[in-house]
């Protein structure tokens, strides 16, 4: 019974992703992994070029980018924080890289919605997407910019 509810709770949700996602292919067995926003890379790639003008001010993401108020996120997508050399992060940032912090998607989700939840302390002030599907798809976004995750799992 609760399996029947959860399968077709997956299958509804992997139904959206389908019809929704236009540049990453989505899987049946992705979607039966939930939760799938916290995992895997859901979003649209192409909306979320539209919500990375909201980071603009601060960021610039292609390689080789210069660093503004914060760094260059060529990149960013799975590696660990603190991932670029030449940008002065915070010291609390700087903690959490030593004790082997990674930007998983998860952890980039929670971030980008409210980054003191992640780093207390730290020094990007920046209200947050309150919308999950803005961070799924700036989170797409910048997977097309290089970084861990953004390669095949191995
Ligand atoms: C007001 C400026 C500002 C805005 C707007 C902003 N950021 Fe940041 N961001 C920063 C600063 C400053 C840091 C460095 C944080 C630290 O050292 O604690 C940072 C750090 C980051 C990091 C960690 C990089 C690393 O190598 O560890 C990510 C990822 C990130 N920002 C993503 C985003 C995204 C995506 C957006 C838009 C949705 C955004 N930021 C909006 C200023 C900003």
């Given at each position: 019974?609760?399996?029947?509810?959860?399968?077709l709770?997956?299958?509804?949700?992997?139904?959206?992703?389908?019809?929704?996602?236009?540049?990453?292919?989505?899987?049946?067995?992705?979607?039966?992994?939930?939760?799938?926003?916290a995992?895997e890379?859901t979003?649209?790639?192409?909306?979320?070029?539209?919500?990375?003008?909201?980071?603009?001010?601060?960021?610039?993401?292609?390689?080789?980018?210069?660093?503004?108020?914060?760094?260059?996120?060529?990149?960013?997508?799975?590696?660990?924080?603190?991932?670029?050399?030449?940008?002065?992060?915070?010291?609390?940032?700087?903690?959490?890289?030593?004790?082997?912090?990674v930007?998983?998607?998860?952890?980039l989700?929670?971030?980008?919605?409210?980054p003191?939840?992640?780093?207390?302390g730290?020094?990007m002030?920046?209200?947050?997407?309150?919308?999950?599907?803005?961070?799924?798809?700036?989170?797409?976004?910048?997977?097309?910019?290089?970084?861990?995750?953004?390669?095949?799992?191995?």
């Open positions: 019974m609760l399996k029947t509810t959860s399968f709770a997956a299958t509804a949700a992997f139904a959206m992703t389908a019809v929704m996602a236009t540049t990453w292919q989505v899987t049946p067995a992705m979607a039966e992994d939930a939760p799938v926003a995992t890379i979003g649209d790639a192409a909306k979320g070029k539209r919500v990375f003008n909201r980071c603009k001010a601060c960021h610039t993401v292609e390689e080789g980018g210069p660093n503004r108020v914060g760094p260059n996120l060529y990149g960013v997508v799975g590696a660990e924080f603190g991932h670029i050399e030449g940008y002065k992060f915070s010291p609390a940032l700087m903690e959490l890289k030593a004790e082997g912090k930007w998983d998607v998860a952890t989700d929670a971030y980008l919605k409210q003191k939840d992640v780093i207390p730290g020094s002030a920046f209200v947050g997407l309150r919308k999950d599907s803005d961070r799924a798809d700036v989170i797409a976004y910048l997977a097309t910019f290089g970084g861990p995750e953004a390669a095949p799992a191995e």
